[in-house]
């Protein structure tokens, strides 16, 4: 099953690669920079442009924290690795934002120049089909699904292979022991005044207390 995902994927394109790493980043944390790297590494891309969330149409109804606060967050995460780049795509963006719309304006921006791998969370392929414009989607970019040590990978694979069949899907996935770090669990101990000194970064933990974050 393994040989059959990875030899379902195009021949590598002369097209320089760049990762989008899109996400709400709630706040980030190191399981979404390991992730990025890894994959940034493996696919030999030459750079990971993060992506945070305007107004994201799968948040409706749930508290999101404000997105200048959120896109400040990344800029300080990613700060130090010379590969990471940060847009405000999403957040200058009037509406709800739809990874397919953030595609099309690299698209543009890169002049067709480039192939994109849209980096996410390996739990997300069970929601993609419910995307806007998903088999549009899997025409303008590859897909890097990010595990953890112990998923399920027969049901990750079936899902890749369905989603190849039956979309033409190019979908390629990547282990990262750190994503068992959750924003979820994060914005919790904060409000229970717990640590969360080396979950995400330094700058980005000094920047949650000086602004009285999620509590």
């Known amino acids: 099953m393994k040989d059959f995902i990875e030899n379902c994927t195009e021949m590598t394109s002369k097209k320089i690669k760049i990762g989008i790493m899109g996400g709400t980043f709630d706040p980030i944390h190191y399981g979404h920079l390991v992730a990025a790297e890894a994959a940034r590494v493996k696919f030999d891309l030459k750079d990971v442009i993060f992506v945070p969330s305007g107004n994201p149409p799968h948040k409706k109804g749930q508290k999101v924290l404000d997105k200048t606060h959120r896109y400040l967050m990344t800029l300080l995460a990613t700060a130090t690795n010379p590969y990471f780049q940060v847009s405000r795509n999403e957040v200058d963006r009037e509406g709800y934002t739809y990874t397919i719309d953030t595609i099309r304006d690299f698209d543009i921006e890169y002049n067709g120049t480039a192939e994109f791998y849209f980096i996410t969370g390996a739990d997300a392929l069970s929601e993609v089909l419910t995307w806007k414009n998903i088999e549009k989607l899997f025409e303008m970019c590859q897909f890097v699904a990010a595990t953890r040590p112990g998923y399920k990978y027969e049901e990750l694979f079936k899902e890749i292979e369905y989603l190849t069949v039956n979309y033409n899907g190019r979908i390629h996935f990547v282990e990262v022991p750190s994503l ?25 933990e000094n920047y949650i207390y000086k602004n009285n974050l999620y509590k």
């Open 180 to 204: 068992a770090i959750s924003s979820t669990d994060i914005r919790e101990r904060v409000r229970m005044d717990l640590p969360i000194k080396y979950l995400l970064s330094e700058a980005v």
